[in-house]
């Protein structure tokens, strides 16, 4: 699906979502299971809100043992608002980072810690930049690492491309990959079969986590105000999914 279907096309409410017979059969896991304390949660986010919508309340478990985590952002996240005469690539390029420090902060984690990596490669050409994706994973990465990313069958372009070049490094590196869907739940049915949902586990999140990422994604100003006349970038139905008591993850 192409991000302009994405964006014009109305979504899976989480309605539809609750009768999902395979989602209800995704095995549940507490995040202390799946990355406890001394394994490194390595995750590459491919615009400035993707960390928070993938693993918002993963992060939460993450306060105090900031050295455990790598996170990665690719882009800055400038081409989210194309052709607007508000939110410019250059305003965007400055406002969506300072908006991700903020939702980080709004984790409780500490920023002086935390080894955050900002790529600077340009929103919307990341399937350009799959083979320098690739390389630059492979030698971050440490054996027991958990490797974290969006879905390679997401339906974004720069969300695909970063999944398939975690999925390259993972296999290369022969360490553990976790992939999020986060357009998925936009675009697709309750029980598509286009989702890999053998391998669909929900990571358990208790309601101090939750509350944390919804603040965390309040920080994200840019993407959920209207601008003029267009809808929101992150629509409420689509943050009623991602804002449910788990996160989907793909292992």
Same mark, same amino acid.
């Given at each position: ?40 949660? #390595?995750?590459?986010? +491919?615009? +400035?809100? =993707? ?91 440490? +054996? ?17 491309? #970063?999944?398939?070049? $975690?999925?390259?490094? $993972? ?60 809808? +929101? #970038? ?5 943050? =009623? ?7 989907? #993850?793909?292992?």
């Amino acid at each position: 699906m192409s991000e302009d279907l994405i964006q014009s096309s109305r979504g899976t409410p989480w309605s539809a979502w609750q009768q999902s017979a395979h989602l209800a059969r995704a095995t549940w896991l507490d995040p202390r299971q799946l990355c406890p304390p001394g394994r490194r949660l #390595v995750l590459i986010a +491919p615009h +400035p809100d =993707d960390e928070i919508l993938m693993a918002g309340g993963l992060l939460t478990g993450f306060k105090g043992r900031e050295q455990d985590l790598l996170l990665i952002s690719a882009t800055d996240g400038e081409g989210s608002h194309p052709g607007s005469s508000h939110w410019t690539e250059h305003r965007l390029r400055h406002q969506r980072p300072q908006e991700s420090r903020l939702a980080l902060q709004q984790l409780d984690l500490d920023l002086k810690r935390l080894d955050w990596r900002r790529l600077n490669l340009k929103d919307g050409q990341l399937p350009r930049e799959e083979a320098f994706l690739v390389s630059h994973l492979t030698q971050l990465l440490r +054996p027991g690492d958990l490797l974290m990313t969006t879905w390679r069958g997401d339906g974004h372009c720069d969300h695909e491309a #970063v999944g398939r070049a $975690a999925a390259q490094a $993972a296999l290369a590196r022969r360490v553990q990959l976790a992939e999020v869907p986060i357009w998925a739940w936009h675009w697709a049915q309750a029980d598509d079969p286009r989702l890999p949902w053998p391998r669909a586990h929900r990571l358990q999140l208790d309601e101090p986590g939750l509350a944390r990422k919804r603040k965390a994604l309040a920080a994200h100003a840019s993407q959920l105000e209207p601008d003029g006349h267009n809808l +929101p #970038v992150l629509r409420t139905d689509l943050l =009623d999914c991602l804002l449910q008591p788990f996160e989907l #993850v793909f292992l």
